[in-house]
Protein backbone atom coordinates (compact mmCIF):
# COMPACT_ATOMS: atom_id res chain seq x y z
CA UNK A 1 0.00 0.00 0.00
CA UNK A 2 1.75 3.27 -1.54
CA UNK A 3 -1.05 5.52 -2.14
CA UNK A 4 -0.02 8.26 -4.39
CA UNK A 5 3.53 7.17 -4.20
CA UNK A 6 4.49 9.10 -1.12
CA UNK A 7 6.46 6.93 0.36
CA UNK A 8 9.59 6.04 -1.15
CA UNK A 9 10.36 2.58 -2.85
CA UNK A 10 13.16 1.64 -0.87
CA UNK A 11 11.53 2.68 2.52
CA UNK A 12 8.57 0.30 1.62
CA UNK A 13 11.12 -2.18 0.73
CA UNK A 14 13.07 -2.22 3.52
CA UNK A 15 9.80 -2.27 5.50
CA UNK A 16 8.88 -5.33 3.88
CA UNK A 17 12.51 -6.63 4.36
CA UNK A 18 11.90 -6.09 8.02
CA UNK A 19 8.65 -7.15 8.97
CA UNK A 20 9.43 -10.69 7.30
CA UNK A 21 12.51 -10.79 9.39
CA UNK A 22 10.79 -10.49 12.83
CA UNK A 23 7.98 -12.48 11.13
CA UNK A 24 10.51 -15.29 11.06
CA UNK A 25 12.41 -15.09 14.18
CA UNK A 26 9.22 -14.71 16.21
CA UNK A 27 6.87 -17.58 14.64
CA UNK A 28 8.52 -20.01 16.56
CA UNK A 29 9.43 -18.49 19.94
CA UNK A 30 5.98 -18.02 21.37
CA UNK A 31 3.87 -21.08 19.00
CA UNK A 32 1.82 -23.30 21.25
CA UNK A 33 2.69 -27.62 20.16
CA UNK A 34 -0.55 -26.71 18.14
CA UNK A 35 0.75 -23.72 16.04
CA UNK A 36 3.91 -25.73 15.49
CA UNK A 37 2.29 -28.85 14.29
CA UNK A 38 0.21 -26.51 12.00
CA UNK A 39 3.38 -24.90 11.21
CA UNK A 40 4.80 -27.93 10.30
CA UNK A 41 2.35 -28.74 7.94
CA UNK A 42 2.29 -25.59 6.24
CA UNK A 43 6.30 -26.58 5.25
CA UNK A 44 5.71 -30.20 4.54
CA UNK A 45 7.97 -31.19 6.95
CA UNK A 46 8.37 -35.25 7.83
CA UNK A 47 6.94 -35.98 4.13
CA UNK A 48 8.23 -39.66 3.81
CA UNK A 49 5.25 -42.06 4.33
CA UNK A 50 4.87 -44.23 7.04
CA UNK A 51 2.49 -46.32 9.33
CA UNK A 52 3.01 -46.64 13.11
CA UNK A 53 3.28 -50.82 14.35
CA UNK A 54 3.65 -50.36 17.91
CA UNK A 55 2.75 -47.88 19.95
CA UNK A 56 3.87 -47.95 24.24
CA UNK A 57 2.97 -44.69 26.43
CA UNK A 58 4.31 -41.87 24.79
CA UNK A 59 6.87 -44.17 22.07
CA UNK A 60 5.75 -45.26 18.39
CA UNK A 61 7.64 -47.04 16.74
CA UNK A 62 7.22 -46.23 12.85
CA UNK A 63 7.67 -48.54 9.64
CA UNK A 64 8.39 -46.21 6.33
CA UNK A 65 6.22 -47.54 3.72
CA UNK A 66 8.61 -48.74 0.72
CA UNK A 67 8.44 -47.23 -2.78
CA UNK A 68 10.11 -49.82 -4.48
CA UNK A 69 10.57 -53.16 -4.59
CA UNK A 70 12.39 -53.95 -0.96
CA UNK A 71 16.56 -54.93 -2.55
CA UNK A 72 17.77 -55.55 0.81
CA UNK A 73 16.83 -57.94 3.78
CA UNK A 74 17.79 -56.53 6.74
CA UNK A 75 15.83 -53.76 8.54
CA UNK A 76 16.92 -50.34 9.65
CA UNK A 77 15.96 -49.42 13.05
CA UNK A 78 16.54 -45.44 13.30
CA UNK A 79 17.25 -44.34 16.89
CA UNK A 80 16.81 -40.92 17.85
CA UNK A 81 18.21 -38.39 19.97
CA UNK A 82 16.05 -38.01 23.33
CA UNK A 83 16.77 -34.20 23.08
CA UNK A 84 15.02 -33.67 19.88
CA UNK A 85 12.28 -34.83 17.55
CA UNK A 86 13.35 -37.59 15.16
CA UNK A 87 11.94 -35.10 12.28
CA UNK A 88 15.35 -33.63 11.57
CA UNK A 89 15.78 -36.93 9.45
CA UNK A 90 12.72 -36.65 7.52
CA UNK A 91 12.90 -32.82 7.26
CA UNK A 92 11.52 -31.77 3.65
CA UNK A 93 11.30 -33.26 0.49
CA UNK A 94 14.38 -34.22 -0.88
CA UNK A 95 16.05 -32.84 1.97
CA UNK A 96 15.50 -36.48 4.20
CA UNK A 97 17.35 -39.20 5.19
CA UNK A 98 14.81 -41.48 5.63
CA UNK A 99 13.30 -40.45 2.10
CA UNK A 100 16.60 -41.27 0.36
CA UNK A 101 16.90 -45.43 2.75
CA UNK A 102 13.16 -45.92 1.69
CA UNK A 103 14.25 -45.36 -1.68
CA UNK A 104 17.33 -47.23 -2.15
CA UNK A 105 15.15 -50.00 -1.01
CA UNK A 106 15.83 -50.59 2.85
CA UNK A 107 12.81 -51.46 5.10
CA UNK A 108 13.13 -48.42 7.46
CA UNK A 109 12.04 -48.25 10.70
CA UNK A 110 12.47 -45.24 13.23
CA UNK A 111 11.52 -45.12 17.13
CA UNK A 112 9.67 -41.75 17.23
CA UNK A 113 9.75 -41.49 21.21
CA UNK A 114 7.18 -38.52 21.16
CA UNK A 115 6.70 -36.28 23.95
CA UNK A 116 7.26 -37.48 27.38
CA UNK A 117 4.93 -37.14 30.52
CA UNK A 118 5.18 -37.34 34.52
CA UNK A 119 5.10 -40.89 34.43
CA UNK A 120 8.84 -41.02 32.45
CA UNK A 121 10.05 -39.82 35.90
CA UNK A 122 11.18 -43.04 36.77
CA UNK A 123 13.02 -43.91 33.57
CA UNK A 124 16.65 -44.11 33.64
CA UNK A 125 19.15 -44.33 30.04
CA UNK A 126 19.06 -48.13 30.54
CA UNK A 127 15.30 -48.29 30.42
CA UNK A 128 15.09 -46.52 27.20
CA UNK A 129 17.99 -49.58 26.07
CA UNK A 130 16.65 -51.92 27.97
CA UNK A 131 13.04 -51.84 27.98
CA UNK A 132 11.66 -49.23 25.24
CA UNK A 133 14.80 -50.37 22.80
CA UNK A 134 14.49 -53.86 23.15
CA UNK A 135 10.93 -54.06 22.79
CA UNK A 136 11.27 -51.41 19.39
CA UNK A 137 13.71 -53.80 18.13
CA UNK A 138 12.31 -57.24 19.25
CA UNK A 139 9.11 -55.49 16.72
CA UNK A 140 11.26 -54.88 13.90
CA UNK A 141 12.80 -58.56 14.06
CA UNK A 142 9.34 -60.25 14.65
CA UNK A 143 7.27 -58.14 11.63
CA UNK A 144 10.04 -58.12 9.54
CA UNK A 145 10.36 -61.60 9.40
CA UNK A 146 14.71 -61.47 10.39
CA UNK A 147 16.77 -62.52 13.06
CA UNK A 148 19.34 -59.76 12.92
CA UNK A 149 18.78 -55.69 11.88
CA UNK A 150 20.64 -52.92 11.09
CA UNK A 151 21.00 -50.05 13.85
CA UNK A 152 21.83 -46.55 12.92
CA UNK A 153 21.67 -44.07 15.68
CA UNK A 154 22.09 -40.27 16.18
CA UNK A 155 23.18 -38.32 18.64
CA UNK A 156 22.20 -39.42 22.20
CA UNK A 157 20.04 -42.14 20.29
CA UNK A 158 23.40 -43.52 19.20
CA UNK A 159 24.69 -43.79 23.02
CA UNK A 160 21.45 -45.64 23.54
CA UNK A 161 22.08 -48.10 20.13
CA UNK A 162 25.72 -48.23 21.21
CA UNK A 163 24.34 -49.78 24.63
CA UNK A 164 21.56 -51.74 22.91
CA UNK A 165 24.47 -53.45 20.35
CA UNK A 166 27.12 -53.95 23.60
CA UNK A 167 24.04 -56.12 25.27
CA UNK A 168 22.85 -57.69 22.32
CA UNK A 169 24.99 -57.52 20.13
CA UNK A 170 23.40 -61.17 18.03
CA UNK A 171 20.98 -58.87 17.30
CA UNK A 172 22.26 -56.39 15.27
CA UNK A 173 23.70 -57.11 11.84
CA UNK A 174 25.40 -53.20 10.87
CA UNK A 175 25.61 -50.50 13.08
CA UNK A 176 25.87 -46.63 11.70
CA UNK A 177 26.71 -44.15 14.27
CA UNK A 178 25.67 -40.43 13.27
CA UNK A 179 28.02 -37.68 15.76
CA UNK A 180 27.83 -39.98 18.46
CA UNK A 181 29.64 -38.77 21.42
CA UNK A 182 31.78 -41.80 23.15
CA UNK A 183 34.65 -39.81 24.77
CA UNK A 184 32.73 -37.25 26.92
CA UNK A 185 35.86 -35.99 28.91
CA UNK A 186 36.93 -33.74 26.36
CA UNK A 187 33.33 -32.88 24.62
CA UNK A 188 33.89 -29.52 23.93
CA UNK A 189 32.15 -26.48 25.57
CA UNK A 190 28.99 -28.53 26.79
CA UNK A 191 31.36 -30.66 29.15
CA UNK A 192 33.18 -27.40 31.01
CA UNK A 193 29.55 -26.27 31.67
CA UNK A 194 28.30 -29.55 32.97
CA UNK A 195 31.18 -29.94 35.18
CA UNK A 196 30.34 -30.79 38.93
CA UNK A 197 31.33 -27.52 40.02
CA UNK A 198 29.74 -25.83 37.53
CA UNK A 199 26.37 -28.12 36.73
CA UNK A 200 24.11 -28.65 40.51
CA UNK A 201 22.61 -31.62 38.79
CA UNK A 202 20.86 -33.32 41.94
CA UNK A 203 19.15 -29.23 42.56
CA UNK A 204 17.99 -29.58 38.97
CA UNK A 205 16.47 -32.47 39.12
CA UNK A 206 15.36 -32.20 42.71
CA UNK A 207 13.41 -28.83 41.90
CA UNK A 208 11.94 -29.93 38.32
CA UNK A 209 10.92 -33.55 39.46
CA UNK A 210 10.01 -36.18 36.82
CA UNK A 211 10.84 -34.27 33.97
CA UNK A 212 13.21 -31.69 32.89
CA UNK A 213 11.85 -28.68 30.71
CA UNK A 214 12.85 -28.65 27.55
CA UNK A 215 13.10 -25.21 27.51
CA UNK A 216 15.69 -25.64 29.92
CA UNK A 217 17.49 -28.06 28.25
CA UNK A 218 17.72 -26.42 25.32
CA UNK A 219 18.25 -22.96 26.97
CA UNK A 220 21.97 -22.97 26.20
CA UNK A 221 22.55 -24.25 22.70
CA UNK A 222 22.28 -21.19 20.89
CA UNK A 223 25.63 -20.17 23.30
CA UNK A 224 27.60 -23.60 22.69
CA UNK A 225 28.84 -20.96 18.78
CA UNK A 226 28.20 -17.45 19.04
CA UNK A 227 29.87 -16.79 16.39
CA UNK A 228 27.79 -19.47 13.93
CA UNK A 229 24.36 -18.08 15.63
CA UNK A 230 25.39 -14.30 14.77
CA UNK A 231 26.25 -15.07 11.35
CA UNK A 232 22.64 -17.70 11.04
CA UNK A 233 20.79 -14.27 11.77
CA UNK A 234 22.98 -11.98 9.36
CA UNK A 235 22.07 -14.90 6.64
CA UNK A 236 18.39 -14.52 7.54
CA UNK A 237 18.12 -11.04 7.23
CA UNK A 238 20.49 -10.78 3.52
CA UNK A 239 18.29 -13.82 2.49
CA UNK A 240 14.76 -12.86 3.76
CA UNK A 241 13.26 -11.93 0.46
CA UNK A 242 14.19 -15.61 -1.36
CA UNK A 243 11.87 -18.01 -0.68
CA UNK A 244 13.64 -21.45 -0.72
CA UNK A 245 15.94 -20.23 1.69
CA UNK A 246 13.33 -18.23 4.13
CA UNK A 247 11.48 -22.17 3.73
CA UNK A 248 14.90 -23.85 4.41
CA UNK A 249 15.73 -21.79 7.23
CA UNK A 250 11.85 -21.69 8.76
CA UNK A 251 12.07 -25.59 8.57
CA UNK A 252 15.37 -26.08 10.24
CA UNK A 253 13.87 -23.40 12.85
CA UNK A 254 10.64 -25.12 14.07
CA UNK A 255 12.32 -28.39 14.41
CA UNK A 256 14.97 -26.57 16.52
CA UNK A 257 12.23 -24.44 18.44
CA UNK A 258 10.54 -28.06 18.80
CA UNK A 259 11.44 -28.86 22.17
CA UNK A 260 10.54 -31.90 24.05
CA UNK A 261 10.59 -32.05 27.79
CA UNK A 262 13.56 -35.34 28.95
CA UNK A 263 13.32 -37.48 31.89
CA UNK A 264 14.78 -36.46 35.18
CA UNK A 265 16.37 -39.83 35.64
CA UNK A 266 17.66 -40.39 32.57
CA UNK A 267 18.72 -36.50 32.57
CA UNK A 268 20.99 -37.13 36.11
CA UNK A 269 22.25 -40.00 33.85
CA UNK A 270 23.67 -38.17 30.67
CA UNK A 271 25.25 -35.73 32.83
CA UNK A 272 26.30 -37.92 35.97
CA UNK A 273 27.14 -40.69 34.14
CA UNK A 274 27.94 -39.67 30.65
CA UNK A 275 29.68 -36.03 31.15
CA UNK A 276 30.94 -36.16 34.52
CA UNK A 277 32.32 -39.28 35.10
CA UNK A 278 32.58 -40.45 31.13
CA UNK A 279 31.42 -44.08 32.13
CA UNK A 280 30.22 -45.15 28.54
CA UNK A 281 33.97 -44.57 27.66
CA UNK A 282 35.28 -46.56 30.51
CA UNK A 283 32.98 -49.18 30.05
CA UNK A 284 31.16 -48.71 33.09
CA UNK A 285 27.84 -48.13 31.66
CA UNK A 286 25.25 -50.85 32.60
CA UNK A 287 22.06 -52.09 31.64
CA UNK A 288 19.60 -53.23 34.03
CA UNK A 289 22.40 -55.09 35.44
CA UNK A 290 24.43 -56.43 32.61
CA UNK A 291 27.24 -54.80 31.46
CA UNK A 292 27.45 -52.20 28.47
CA UNK A 293 31.28 -52.19 27.39
CA UNK A 294 31.65 -50.60 23.85
CA UNK A 295 34.39 -53.84 23.42
CA UNK A 296 31.56 -56.20 23.06
CA UNK A 297 30.11 -54.33 19.95
CA UNK A 298 31.05 -56.87 17.29
CA UNK A 299 29.20 -55.79 14.07
CA UNK A 300 30.71 -53.59 11.63
CA UNK A 301 30.58 -49.69 12.23
CA UNK A 302 30.52 -46.86 9.92
CA UNK A 303 31.22 -44.12 12.68
CA UNK A 304 30.26 -40.25 11.29
CA UNK A 305 31.42 -37.43 12.88
CA UNK A 306 31.63 -33.61 12.36
CA UNK A 307 34.40 -31.82 11.37
CA UNK A 308 32.76 -28.36 12.40
CA UNK A 309 30.37 -29.83 15.62
CA UNK A 310 29.68 -27.44 18.52
CA UNK A 311 28.02 -30.08 20.48
CA UNK A 312 30.30 -33.14 19.76
CA UNK A 313 33.50 -32.09 18.70
CA UNK A 314 35.13 -34.37 16.51
CA UNK A 315 37.54 -35.90 18.89
CA UNK A 316 34.51 -36.73 21.33
CA UNK A 317 33.31 -39.32 18.19
CA UNK A 318 36.34 -40.59 16.57
CA UNK A 319 37.12 -42.25 20.50
CA UNK A 320 34.79 -45.41 19.16
CA UNK A 321 36.65 -46.03 16.39
CA UNK A 322 39.66 -47.49 19.01
CA UNK A 323 36.96 -48.85 21.71
CA UNK A 324 34.67 -51.25 19.27
CA UNK A 325 35.03 -54.84 19.38
CA UNK A 326 34.44 -54.65 15.58
CA UNK A 327 35.54 -53.07 12.36
CA UNK A 328 35.12 -49.38 12.31
CA UNK A 329 34.76 -47.29 9.29
CA UNK A 330 35.06 -44.03 9.97
CA UNK A 331 34.25 -40.65 7.97
CA UNK A 332 34.51 -37.10 9.31
CA UNK A 333 31.93 -34.93 7.10
CA UNK A 334 32.80 -31.57 6.83
CA UNK A 335 29.86 -30.35 8.18
CA UNK A 336 28.29 -29.52 11.62
CA UNK A 337 26.32 -31.43 14.17
CA UNK A 338 22.96 -31.22 12.46
CA UNK A 339 24.15 -30.40 8.59
CA UNK A 340 25.76 -33.49 8.21
CA UNK A 341 22.00 -34.66 7.34
CA UNK A 342 20.48 -30.93 6.20
CA UNK A 343 22.97 -29.34 4.29
CA UNK A 344 23.52 -29.23 0.46
CA UNK A 345 25.35 -30.45 -0.94
CA UNK A 346 27.37 -32.20 1.87
CA UNK A 347 24.28 -33.85 3.23
CA UNK A 348 23.94 -36.15 -0.32
CA UNK A 349 27.95 -37.65 0.70
CA UNK A 350 26.43 -38.56 4.29
CA UNK A 351 23.24 -40.48 2.67
CA UNK A 352 25.35 -41.99 0.44
CA UNK A 353 28.14 -43.53 2.74
CA UNK A 354 25.03 -44.43 4.65
CA UNK A 355 23.47 -46.70 2.20
CA UNK A 356 26.49 -48.04 0.70
CA UNK A 357 27.98 -49.20 3.96
CA UNK A 358 24.37 -50.50 5.03
CA UNK A 359 24.30 -52.96 1.34
CA UNK B 1 28.15 9.06 8.84
CA UNK B 2 30.37 7.24 6.15
CA UNK B 3 28.81 3.89 5.52
CA UNK B 4 31.58 2.17 5.26
CA UNK B 5 32.70 3.93 8.31
CA UNK B 6 29.42 2.21 9.96
CA UNK B 7 30.18 -0.94 8.01
CA UNK B 8 33.51 -0.91 9.80
CA UNK B 9 32.32 -0.16 13.09
CA UNK B 10 29.63 -2.46 12.98
CA UNK B 11 32.19 -5.46 12.17
CA UNK B 12 34.32 -5.19 14.98
CA UNK B 13 31.59 -4.50 17.11
CA UNK B 14 30.38 -7.69 16.21
CA UNK B 15 33.74 -9.43 16.64
CA UNK B 16 34.44 -7.82 19.86
CA UNK B 17 30.71 -8.97 21.13
CA UNK B 18 31.33 -12.78 20.03
CA UNK B 19 35.04 -13.55 21.12
CA UNK B 20 33.60 -11.71 24.58
CA UNK B 21 30.61 -13.80 24.81
CA UNK B 22 32.92 -17.30 23.79
CA UNK B 23 35.58 -16.17 26.36
CA UNK B 24 33.11 -15.61 29.07
CA UNK B 25 31.23 -19.24 28.24
CA UNK B 26 34.65 -20.90 28.15
CA UNK B 27 35.74 -18.95 31.73
CA UNK B 28 35.75 -21.37 34.40
CA UNK B 29 34.94 -18.68 37.01
CA UNK B 30 32.28 -17.34 34.73
CA UNK B 31 30.94 -20.80 34.63
CA UNK B 32 30.89 -21.33 38.21
CA UNK B 33 29.20 -18.22 39.16
CA UNK B 34 26.73 -19.13 36.31
CA UNK B 35 26.18 -22.47 38.60
CA UNK B 36 25.87 -21.06 41.80
CA UNK B 37 23.30 -18.41 40.25
CA UNK B 38 21.77 -21.23 38.87
CA UNK B 39 21.19 -22.92 42.15
CA UNK B 40 19.81 -20.40 43.93
CA UNK B 41 17.27 -19.88 41.20
CA UNK B 42 16.02 -23.40 41.03
CA UNK B 43 16.14 -23.27 45.33
CA UNK B 44 13.73 -20.12 44.85
CA UNK B 45 11.88 -22.17 42.46
CA UNK B 46 11.96 -25.57 45.08
CA UNK B 47 10.37 -22.66 47.75
CA UNK B 48 7.78 -21.57 45.21
CA UNK B 49 6.75 -24.93 44.16
CA UNK B 50 6.41 -26.57 48.07
CA UNK B 51 4.02 -23.39 48.65
CA UNK B 52 1.83 -24.02 45.81
CA UNK B 53 2.11 -27.86 46.75
CA UNK B 54 1.00 -27.09 50.47
CA UNK B 55 -1.61 -25.27 49.34
CA UNK B 56 -3.44 -27.51 47.01
CA UNK B 57 -3.16 -30.01 49.70
CA UNK B 58 -5.05 -27.61 51.90
CA UNK B 59 -7.37 -27.10 49.63
CA UNK B 60 -7.47 -30.94 48.99
CA UNK B 61 -6.90 -30.69 45.30
CA UNK B 62 -4.81 -32.93 43.31
CA UNK B 63 -0.89 -32.01 43.20
CA UNK B 64 1.29 -32.25 40.17
CA UNK B 65 2.88 -35.54 42.27
CA UNK B 66 -0.62 -36.99 42.70
CA UNK B 67 -1.19 -37.41 38.85
CA UNK B 68 2.16 -37.91 38.60
CA UNK B 69 1.48 -41.01 40.84
CA UNK B 70 -1.47 -42.30 38.80
CA UNK B 71 0.26 -41.98 35.73
CA UNK B 72 3.15 -44.17 36.91
CA UNK B 73 1.09 -46.78 37.95
CA UNK B 74 -0.87 -46.72 34.16
CA UNK B 75 2.27 -47.06 32.90
CA UNK B 76 3.48 -50.05 34.90
CA UNK B 77 0.19 -51.85 34.44
CA UNK B 78 0.98 -50.99 30.27
CA UNK B 79 4.61 -52.43 30.31
CA UNK B 80 3.37 -55.47 32.54
CA UNK B 81 0.99 -56.43 29.60
CA UNK B 82 3.21 -56.00 27.12
CA UNK B 83 5.57 -58.42 29.46
CA UNK B 84 3.06 -61.17 29.46
CA UNK B 85 2.30 -60.81 25.67
CA UNK B 86 5.82 -61.22 24.82
CA UNK B 87 6.23 -64.36 27.18
CA UNK B 88 2.99 -65.94 25.25
CA UNK B 89 4.64 -64.81 21.73
CA UNK B 90 7.69 -66.54 23.14
CA UNK B 91 5.76 -69.35 24.21
CA UNK B 92 3.53 -69.58 20.67
CA UNK B 93 6.79 -69.80 18.98
CA UNK B 94 7.90 -72.69 20.77
CA UNK B 95 4.81 -74.93 20.61
CA UNK B 96 5.24 -76.78 16.97
CA UNK B 97 1.58 -77.16 15.54
CA UNK B 98 0.50 -80.99 15.83
CA UNK B 99 0.73 -82.54 12.17
CA UNK B 100 -2.63 -83.32 10.38
CA UNK B 101 -3.17 -86.97 11.44
CA UNK B 102 -3.13 -88.72 7.41
CA UNK B 103 -6.12 -91.36 7.26
CA UNK B 104 -4.76 -93.77 4.86
CA UNK B 105 -7.44 -95.46 1.97
CA UNK B 106 -8.35 -99.00 3.35
CA UNK B 107 -9.78 -101.15 0.46
CA UNK B 108 -12.20 -103.50 0.99
CA UNK B 109 -12.23 -106.93 -0.21
CA UNK B 110 -14.96 -107.33 -3.26
CA UNK B 111 -17.96 -109.42 -2.31
CA UNK B 112 -17.90 -112.89 -3.92
Redesign the interface.
Known amino acids: MNPGGLIPTDVLEQVNRDARYTELLLQNLAATPEQRAGLRDRLGLNPTPRDVVYS??SLELLRFRPTRKRLHKTPILIVPSLICRYYVLDLMKEHSLIEHLVDQGYDTWVIDWGVP???H??FALEDYVG?FLR?CA?QVM?KSGRPRISVLGQCLGGVLALMYAAVHPEHVERMVCLTVPVDFEDAG?LA??T?K????ID??V??F??LIPGEFVHAWFR??D??AT?QTYKRLYKNVLDETFTRNYAALDTWLNDKIPFAAPAFRDMIAHLYQENRLLKGAMCVHGQPAELSAITCPILNIAAQHDHVFPERAVSALNDQAGGPVEYYCAPTGHVSCVVLFPQRLETYRRISAFLA | MDPQLTSQMQKQMETMFVQGMDQMMRNAQALQHFGTTLKSGLEGKQMADNAMKQYLEMMNLPTRDDVARILTYLQKIESRLIDLEEKVEDLADRVKPAEPVRKTATRKAPRK
Open positions: ENGEEGTTRRRVLWRENYPTIGTGNLLVKV
